[in-house]
Structure formats: structure tokens, C-alpha cells
């Protein structure tokens, strides 16, 4: 979850490219799967940040991790919040990301901005958040995933 500290704070995302066999197109924080090399999650998502948008470790002053979250698809996913400072350079990664964008911080810790969604499938019911982003003449749909380790971070934030 890298804020970048603008007046304005906000949250650089990333839209994944229609092509990848999970989650294509849709909206998420850079970073990805723990490798065995990797010492622990923090060093997994400043890695595969580096490998999908091209910043450099160096560049994000890590928080912290937050806490685990279980997607409904079972992915396990450890959020890492750090800083970074504007004025950084990104090359993304054309087989992985489609687009970089920024979504101001305050928008997404609006708990005006998150809707609520139920469904059932096969006899489950599923629930999930959406914070839907007007971007110029764009809308980004965050849901999912990332909407709820948004909602979870609104959470912290607020306790």
C-alpha cells in the first residue's frame, strides 16, 4: 500500500492487464506472492513492487504490515503500508500492469465512498466492498481485494 505524500496524500494502485490467468484487469496494490528467497512479506512486496511499476526499494519508507487477509478465493495477502515521496520515476511492467494511477487518500478513508455488495452462489452468500473512483472522465471500480484491505486500513485508522 504505497501512499505518496503529496499536500494530499494518496494511494498508488495499479490495474492488472487483461491477459493474466487471475484477477485481469482488475485494480490492486503493487506487489505480489512471497518467494523463497524472499526474508518475509515485506521484502516480497517491495520486490515484486520494484519487478511490476519499477520503485525501488529504497524509495518506499516502510510502516508496517497490516493484518492478514483472507480473500474469498482463498489468497492469503499480507498489506504492507509505506511512504513515498512524489517525484518518483515508474516504469511498469507491460505483461503485468496496464495502468498506474493515484486515488487521493482521503477518498478511499471516506466511509461514504464504500459500498457494501451482497451475492449468493451456489448457495454462498458473498459480501464485498467497492469504492468506486470517478478519475477524470475514468472510472476505476476498486473492489474486491483491494477495497476490503482498504475498508480494513479505514478501520485501523479510525479505532
Do not use: C
Amino acid at each position: 500500500m504505497p501512499l505518496v505524500m503529496h499536500e494530499r496524500p494518496t494511494l498508488l494502485l495499479t490495474q492488472r492487464t487483461i491477459h493474466l490467468s487471475t484477477h485481469s484487469g482488475q485494480i490492486a496494490f503493487p506487489g505480489g506472492k512471497l518467494d523463497d528467497t524472499d526474508a518475509d512479506a515485506t521484502a516480497a512486496a517491495l520486490r515484486e513492487t520494484f519487478e511490476e511499476i519499477g520503485l525501488r526499494p529504497e524509495q518506499v519508507e516502510v510502516l508496517g504490515a497490516m493484518p492478514v487477509y483472507v480473500t474469498g478465493s482463498s489468497y492469503i495477502v499480507t498489506p504492507v503500508v509505506g511512504l513515498v515521496q512524489p517525484g518518483f520515476v515508474l516504469q511498469p511492467n507491460p505483461h503485468e500492469v496496464d495502468d498506474v494511477f493515484e486515488v487521493p487518500l482521503d477518498f478511499l478513508m471516506d466511509p461514504a465512498n464504500h459500498r457494501r455488495h451482497a451475492w449468493e452462489w451456489d448457495g454462498v452468500a458473498r459480501e464485498w466492498y467497492s469504492m468506486p473512483y470517478q478519475d477524470g472522465a475514468r472510472e476505476r471500480f476498486i473492489w474486491g481485494a483491494t477495497a476490503g484491505m482498504l475498508r480494513n486500513f479505514y478501520r485501523l485508522l479510525v479505532a
